[in-house]
């Protein structure tokens, strides 16, 4: 079935250093993939997605290439900021039954220090 | 903005307990889910559903139950709560080709 695999943490950078969060997936046919970020004490917001191929997503500075030739999705930030310490969660998505089940990775702490 | 609610943040109650979790969502999404997060273990899917009064079990549906009687509401039941199932259930909703939005959790203690 499908799995998605990311970097274990926690990871711990000092404020204005670069972040990669390496992701990779197995899956049947093209999945979209996604990155969600939980700040401490709240729910998961969607950070962001790419649905093909070579198509890059990004938001509030982050970004990520979806690599099929390498089935990755790397979350990279240029510079970081003590307000982007939470925990991280990259997703593929896919059809079961009538249904579009995520597929979690196990999730990587960021802490910034500033 | 999709408000995904679940009625309580944090709940205490003891092992062999009937507990209810809720949730609602303002969207019309017509697909709803109930997760756990667990330290390591990242988010496991219970149970979801596609439509009012459809389920379907997820990863882990074991001594879990759910309802959808309306369309915005589904809801998790722990049928005889156990010290297991101390965690953070997440409820998630997404409307066709949409991505899930998720409620801010409620965190359940079993003593």
Known sequence: GNSVTQMEGPVTLSEEAFLTINCTYTATGYPSLFWYVQYPGEGLQLLLKATKADDKGSNKGFEATYRKETTSFHLEKGSVQVSDSAVYFCALIQMTGSARQLTFGSGTQLTVLP | ?111
């Open chain 2, 1 to 111: 903005d999709v408000k995904v609610t679940q009625s309580s943040r944090y709940l205490v109650k003891r092992t062999g307990e009937k507990v209810f979790l809720e949730c609602v969502q303002d969207m019309d999404h017509e697909n709803m889910f109930w997760y756990r997060q667990d330290p390591g273990l990242g988010l496991r899917l219970i149970y979801f559903s596609y439509d009012v009064k459809m389920k379907e079990k997820g990863d882990i549906p074991e001594g879990y139950s759910v309802s959808r009687e309306k369309k915005e509401r589904f809801s998790l039941i722990l049928e005889s709560a156990s010290t297991n199932q101390t965690s953070m259930y997440l409820c998630a909703s997404t409307g066709y080709n949409q991505p899930q939005h998720f409620g801010d959790g409620t965190r359940l203690s079993i003593l």
